[in-house]
């Protein structure tokens, strides 16, 4: 791709971008969250057509000006934002050959659905995951979703397969299922890979260049080799990051919120204990499909309680709704973003203050306007929210952004317990920074935290104390500064 520049109201996305994929070659694009990859890889897949510069397939120049231009050219894309890319009440085989069957009733070709099963099957046993063809979709776990579409990807044989962020759902065991597929595509297929992810040590494990792009531009393109992942971050963001996790010192107090014998109606979560103290972080770790989002939403009341008790500053409690986790004073900043975290279609502003509105309401309950756009302004500025400014619908900011807001949201609420599922998943490097602040300075002020992550490094980073979830159930508890990632893989796949 060279000279390749694309604006959008008020945002230059993209300006003079040249990019080399070779065939058979693993390739990293990264960038700060809004640097601009999303927006170059939709131009390699044709979802924009408004935009200046062009496109060489061998030396010969190609027209991609829509969907069916790239893929007529053997280009596919996995989206980074996976609800919007599945359609819900299919199935996963319908989905997975999605692609295959619009090109047949196209032609209007008779549709054979043992064969459309047994394709689907066949490529998820590639994939090596265990998921029936038959499940509907909107049924799936979000690691899950991420498979049926990597698999959409693979169901069309291609020259080109583009992963936006295939990795920020899913945990170490399915990203090295992932990681095996992609090695083979490119080993023996001759598939050209372009891979983007915030989790830069995968990209020293599979890539061999790196294009890295910073405001919309292209700031160098290496052999990965040649870096490490220190000079990466510098590039990113343009300076040098000391440290990722910020250091805090732990002043825990009483018991703040406290769960005996909690059990899901589905069983999803069974037996929970758990409790957290004023100016604690306690996290909660294990393998993608341990529970724990399960459990952060048993814990807030929006999956049902079968039975266990829940106190909060020692008073038995009833939370049998989100509503009343709200007014009992938590707060849960949910893993699925687009789903549960953001109103997409309403501004920046307005989703900054939607849990917190009471704080900007007027005793009649009209909303102080002005007082949410200053405090969205300093929720902006404190976690560098990549935005033309605070009336911006949030669906035009970029998924690392979105991702901010979602967090940022809940931050200024005024809860005793925060509860965060994978609150930087999607997120660049400097941004993890700001939010582990944040959470940290919700500590210092004496509130509870607890802090749902598949990733160790975040559990040994912030947390002092952790919960490793197996099967539904706690499987061991930790005191943090006594424990390393050799233990919590250890628990977190069954060890006793
Ligand atoms: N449809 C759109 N309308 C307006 N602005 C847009 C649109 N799409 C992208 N942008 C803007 O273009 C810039 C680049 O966004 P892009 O999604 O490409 O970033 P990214 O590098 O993929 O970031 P992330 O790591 O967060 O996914 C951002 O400032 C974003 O807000
Ligand atoms: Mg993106």
């Known amino acids: 791709m060279k000279g390749i520049s694309i604006e959008f109201p008020g945002v230059k996305a993209l300006s003079n971008v040249d990019i080399n994929i070779e065939s058979g070659n693993i390739h990293a694009l990264v960038g700060a969250n809004g640097a601009g990859k999303s927006t170059l890889m939709k131009i390699m897949a044709g979802a924009y057509n408004h935009y200046t510069g062009s496109i060489f397939l061998n ?179 343009g300076q040098k990051l000391s440290e990722v996790f910020p250091k805090r010192k732990a002043n825990i107090g009483d018991t703040l919120f406290e769960v005996a014998h909690l059990t899901e109606k589905e069983g999803s979560v069974k037996d929970v204990s758990l409790y957290v103290r004023a100016g604690e972080i306690v996290g909660v770790t294990g393998l993608v499909g341990a529970g724990k989002t399960e459990l952060c939403k048993t814990i807030f009341g929006s999956l049902k309680t079968k039975s266990g008790d829940i106190k909060i500053k020692g008073i038995k409690r009833t939370i049998n709704s989100p509503f009343s986790a709200v007014s009992q004073g938590l707060a849960l900043v949910p893993e699925e973003r687009r789903k549960e975290g953001v109103l997409v279609e309403e501004p920046v502003f307005s989703n900054l203050s939607a849990a917190t509105l009471a704080k900007f309401s007027t005793p009649l309950g009209f909303i102080k306007s002005l007082l949410e756009k200053l405090n969205a302004r300093n929720m902006i500025t404190e976690l560098s929210i990549k935005t033309p400014n605070e009336n911006q619908k949030v669906a035009y900011l970029s998924g690392g952004n979105q991702q901010k807001v979602a967090v940022g949201k809940w931050l200024n609420a005024d809860a005793d317990v925060f509860i965060f599922d994978e609150p930087t998943k999607g997120v660049d490097v400097g941004a993890k920074h700001d939010i582990f602040e944040l959470i940290g300075r919700l500590a210092v002020a004496g509130k509870g935290v607890i802090y749902a992550t598949c990733e160790f490094t975040e559990i040994l980073g912030i947390t002092d104390r952790a919960y490793v979830m197996y099967d539904g159930q706690i499987a061991k508890e930790l005191e943090t500064a006594n424990t390393d990632e050799e233990k919590l893989l250890f628990y977190s796949t069954g060890g006793k």
């Open 59 to 237: 030396g010969n120049e190609v027209a991609i000006r829509s969907p069916r231009d790239a893929k007529n050219l053997g280009i596919e894309i996995v989206y980074q934002e996976v609800d919007t890319a599945l359609v819900p009440y299919l199935s996963v085989a319908e989905n997975i050959m999605l692609n295959v069957l619009v090109n047949k009733m196209g032609r209007q070709v008779f549709v054979h659905w043992p064969k459309i099963h047994q394709a689907a099957r066949q490529i998820l046993k590639r994939l090596n995951i265990q998921i029936d063809t038959n499940e509907i979709v909107q049924n799936l776990k979000l690691a899950q979703k991420q498979m049926v579409l990597i698999a959409r990807a693979i169901a069309e044989d291609c020259r080109f397969l583009i992963l936006d962020e295939p990795t920020a759902p899913l945990s170490n065991t399915e990203t090295v299922e992932l990681f095996r597929l992609l090695k083979d595509l490119a080993d023996n297929h001759n598939v050209g890979i372009i891979f983007i992810s915030h989790r830069l040590p995968e990209i020293f494990e599979i890539c061999k260049d790196i294009t890295i792009m910073k405001d919309g531009q292209v700031v160098t393109r290496q052999s990965v080799a040649d870096l490490s992942v220190a000079k990466v971050v510098e590039f990113m963001l």
